[in-house]
């Protein structure tokens, strides 16, 4: 019986070593914010008493998951937290124009669908000043930030027009909200790549917005309803053959781990098959089966920064390894720290402060490093450290794609 | 210096009975040999009776507890969390024992309504799948550390006089009376002696030693009972085993824990100052407690502890369980021609108010006064309905949740921080207690705040709680002795059960203490 006696219950592992606390980057800038222990399992201890425990500064938690790497324990802080508030949170749901608020960040889909064909009008009026004050002052989004631009051209319609029947072997690609309706350029760079090492790409049958955003502005719902429907469609894909390779590192955390932890939904036939291109591409040159050339002539000097849900799906080491077999690249892998934007948590006004100086750190890094780009595998740092440091932002696909010998 | 009354023992009779005596006006004082609670009433499951577990076996008892059940409910509201409790039956069971258990219920007055078992599963997911019969029955948690302190407050609120750390060595017998007691304090090289009316046996267990000085047999049977505590809430109802009482079939959520219990073996007298549970008592009461709930297999026990039962021997004899856990209450005038001497004892957490009352009137009738019991009526401090709330500042819902109106006493301005995480208990909650029960250590702040009873038992604050305490008495060079006492205090309960987690736990304490 004793030996049977182990703790299933995940919150029962924390033995109260305070690293988590040490890691999280929330922590430091934010007194307000309980931290991770406090938060996760110290707080899941009272809310199993009685939900009025719940603390509402848990709507600071970025979910970066750097106190789940931390444990020793291996327990699920982030996941915990993630959960407590889409139980106990909906007695703190803001109402009125600041759900309004939440509402609009979280429907990427629908927001962008309704935006891409009006793009240079939304874009335009999106950054004038009469607009942003009434988005500050009325709907609580911090002026400081500039919305990602539009782009008239979705990427599904320029995918429609591309021919991948040359290939015999394919990939299927979850391209994601922001390669649909905002960067179009990254999804065109993501078929150049692996069309370059002999696969063609295929979309998804039916592809939604991940849910994250969903998740973390409190329409779990929701999310899982897209949720089913995107693992519907990569089973399908994956029982063609294709893995579902991806470009964002938050997505793709999001569909591996956070649906069956936090939206509840099992995935672990999906899991093996999907995964960043860069994490594929590597095991494919790894092994022999893919070869690419690179130009002679390409030259950059950039900076790699390790977005939070890479570090937490340690696959950090398939794009830095992959960067490092162009020549011309001249690589400096930052230490990781926290860029402060968190997916829409930066865009709201009364957590700009808190994001600006979670990121500072890693601003002052960047620039010391005299480097002219930064790398990463996550859209929301790259709007985080361009707006923080000035430099261009890419994701390792499109510097693969550039290096490309033509 | 003359009282009225002398009561000995700080447990939850003594301290009931020490609130009734001052509302009725006597001149009282509690002297307590260690910490209120340090005996049994700390060592329990924290369970409000409904009664039901008495139905069967014990009418009467039945009765007291549910009439005791819904006074309690008013008047400690704050100490009371009103769970409500099933009696599951399982397919070794059989449903006969169930229904003469839902008559005599009945019969007692107790609320028993059999529920469908699907029905039992919905409100209670934990419990055994496998179940074909249950019972609800208004059982309901109760914090005994937070109603001993309760009614220790509204006594000295009323006048009475509480002296804490100081043992009584002996009853003072003049001129064939008992006059007082003779009493040495913790820091003292010698005896005091004070002088009252009626001296009040109320130390459980401890009781026959002192009567015994006195000349005064009283056949009392030490009942060990083992009990074990687990790391969170697995269950949101008191759950119990509806059959003949035996081991391990009551689980109670209290506070943030569940406690699981309880054996009852026969102990020789002079073991009850060093209570432990041990391994195959805690092996025993897993192997049953899985019966209730089975996730209990695989949820993280903290600490495992045991306390002894003051059970008295009818003048004729019985054995074992079939000893009734039946009031006590001895007039030695009467019964031993020892006048000045009362003992209150037996009984249970739940009768402690009714067993206060049965002394006080029997003190009335001593001293030939007429005063009406008033303890079934008025509220005890901190129960004014004050329950934590979404809306209070969350380091004080933990706080609020254990004092309820007592908080107001608290100052949050000057203390916000919160020093135990586990149990979030702040340092104004830490000042709180200083100030109102006199404690001298960690272990005894811990059973004003719930300090340290958390999954870390201390490892991780038992530092700062420290540093805080030795600085609220006055004297920092105490924090290190305060660390080592207290974490051996805690090896105590953890030895039992380190394995697992706990055995992880214990490891990192070891590394971080460097014991």
């Known amino acids: ?406 | 210096m003359e009282y009225d009354v002398i009561i000995v023992g700080g447990g939850i009779t003594g301290a009931a009975t020490a609130r009734d005596c001052a509302m009725r006006g006597f001149k009282t004082l509690l002297v307590e040999r260690g910490d209120l609670c340090d005996g049994a009433s700390g060592r329990n499951h924290g369970l409000l009776h409904s009664g039901g577990r008495y139905a069967v076996t014990d009418r009467e008892g039945a009765e007291e507890c549910i009439r005791e059940n819904r006074i309690l409910r008013r008047i400690a509201s704050n100490c009371v969390e009103p769970t409500e409790g099933l009696f599951i039956s399982l397919p070794e069971d059989g449903l006969d024992y169930q229904a003469n258990f839902i008559a005599k219920c009945r019969e007692a007055g107790i609320d028993a309504k059999a529920i469908d078992p699907k029905e039992a599963l919905r409100l209670e997911p934990a419990i055994n799948p496998s179940i074909i019969g249950a019972v609800k029955v208004p059982d309901a948690s109760v914090d005994p550390f937070r109603l001993t302190d309760a009614n220790v407050l509204d006594a000295q609120r009323h006048g009475a006089d509480v002296l804490k750390f100081h043992k009584v060595v002996s009853l003072i017998v003049e001129e064939g009376r008992v006059k007082g007691v003779e009493v040495l304090g913790h820091n003292d090289v010698s005896t005091k002696k004070i002088y009252a009316r009626e001296v009040v046996l109320a130390a459980g267990i401890w009781t026959a030693a002192l009567a015994e000085a006195a000349g005064v047999h009283i056949g009392m049977m030490p009942s060990k009972g083992a009990l074990i505590i687990f790391g969170h809430r697995v269950a949101r109802m008191v759950i119990n085993r509806c059959r003949k009482p035996a081991n391990a079939d009551i689980l109670v959520p209290g506070d943030v824990v569940s406690v699981l219990g309880t054996t009852s073996d026969k102990v020789p007298l002079e073991t009850c100052d060093d209570m432990h549970a041990t391994p195959e008592e805690v092996e025993l009461l897993l192997r049953e407690g899985v019966q209730l709930v089975p996730s209990l297999a695989t949820t993280r026990i903290i600490r495992a502890y045991a306390g002894v039962r003051p059970l008295v021997v009818a003048d004729n004899s019985g054995d074992g369980r079939s000893v009734s856990r039946g009031i006590v209450l001895l007039d030695h005038e009467e019964r031993d021609g020892l006048p000045g001497l009362i003992t209150i004892t037996g009984g249970k957490l739940t009768t402690a108010r009714l067993m206060a009352e049965m002394t006080a009137d029997l003190l009335c009738r001593k001293f030939g006064v007429n005063r009406r019991c008033e303890t079934a009526e008025k509220p005890l401090p901190g129960s004014d309905g004050r329950k934590a709330r979404f809306e209070d500042p969350v380091e004080q819902r933990a706080a609020i949740g254990r004092h309820g109106g007592e908080v107001s006493k608290m100052d949050f301005s000057q203390g916000r921080e919160v020093l135990c995480e586990c149990e979030q208990v702040t340092r104004a909650e830490i000042r709180y207690a200083v100030q109102h029960f006199g404690v001298r250590n960690i272990s005894d702040l811990r059973r004003h705040t719930r300090i340290g009873m958390g999954t870390c038992q201390g490892s991780f604050c038992i530092r700062k709680v420290a540093v805080a305490l030795a600085g609220e008495l006055g004297d920092p060079s105490l924090a290190d002795t305060f660390v080592k006492e207290y974490l051996q205090e805690r090896w105590k309960g953890m030895t039992p059960v380190l394995w697992g987690d706990t055995l992880r736990e214990g490891e990192y304490m070891h590394k971080v203490h460097s014991l």
Not at chain 1, 163 to 169: E, H, L, V
Not at chain 1, 305 to 326: D, F
Request: with cysteine.
């Open chain 1, 1 to 406: 019986m004793q030996e049977n006696n182990i703790s299933e219950a995940n919150l029962e592992r924390c033995l109260k070593c305070n690293l988590c606390t040490l890691v999280c980057p929330m922590m430091e800038v934010n007194p307000e914010y309980p931290g991770p222990k406090k938060a996760g399992p110290d707080g899941e201890r009272y809310r199993l008493k009685d939900p009025a425990y719940y603390d509402y500064a848990l709507k600071y938690c970025l979910n970066c998951k750097r106190c789940e790497v931390a444990c020793p324990s291996g327990v699920e802080i982030g996941d915990m937290i993630q959960l407590a508030r889409i139980k106990y949170g909906s007695q703190a749901k803001r109402k009125g124009l600041l759900g309004l608020r939440d509402w609009t960040l979280a429907s990427t889909d629908l927001v962008g669908s309704l935006s891409s064909p009006f793009a240079p009008v939304v874009n335009g009026v999106l950054g004038t000043k009469p607009v942003k004050a009434v988005l500050d002052g009325v709907l609580g989004v911090d002026s400081h930030r500039t919305f990602p631009a539009y782009s008239g051209q979705k990427f599904t319609s320029w995918f429609r027009r591309q021919d991948q029947s040359a290939f015999d072997k394919f990939v299927t690609y979850f391209h994601g909200c922001y390669v649909n309706y905002n960067y179009p350029q990254l999804g065109k760079d993501f078929v150049k790549v692996v069309n370059a090492a002999g696969y063609g790409v295929h979309l998804l049958e039916k592809e939604k917005c991940c849910g994250v955003a969903l998740m973390s502005n409190g329409f779990a719902g929701k999310a899982r309803k897209q949720g089913e429907l995107n693992l519907a469609s990569m089973r399908k894909a994956i029982a063609a053959g294709e893995p579902v390779l991806t470009s964002s590192s938050t997505c793709t955390f999001t569909m591996r781990d956070e649906y069956p932890h936090v939206l509840g939904l099992p995935n672990d036939d999906v899991r093996p098959s999907l995964m960043l291109l860069t994490k594929w591409l590597y095991g494919k040159i790894a092994s022999g089966e893919v070869k690419l050339r690179f130009r002679k002539d390409f030259s950059m000097k950039a900076a790699y920064h390790t977005a939070c849900h890479m570090q937490k799906l340690g696959w950090e080491y398939y794009s830095i390894e992959l960067l490092r077999m162009i020549p011309g690249m001249e690589l400096t892998v930052l230490d990781q720290n926290c860029c402060g934007i968190a997916g829409t948590f930066g865009f709201k006004k009364e957590n700009y402060v808190h994001s600006q100086n979670i990121g500072s750190k890693l601003f002052a890094s960047i620039l010391d490093a005299g480097v002219n780009t930064v790398l990463t595998d996550c859209e929301t740092c790259k709007w985080q450290i361009e707006a923080g440091t000035g430099l261009p932002v890419l994701n390792p696909v499109s510097v693969l794609a550039e290096a490309l010998e033509d």
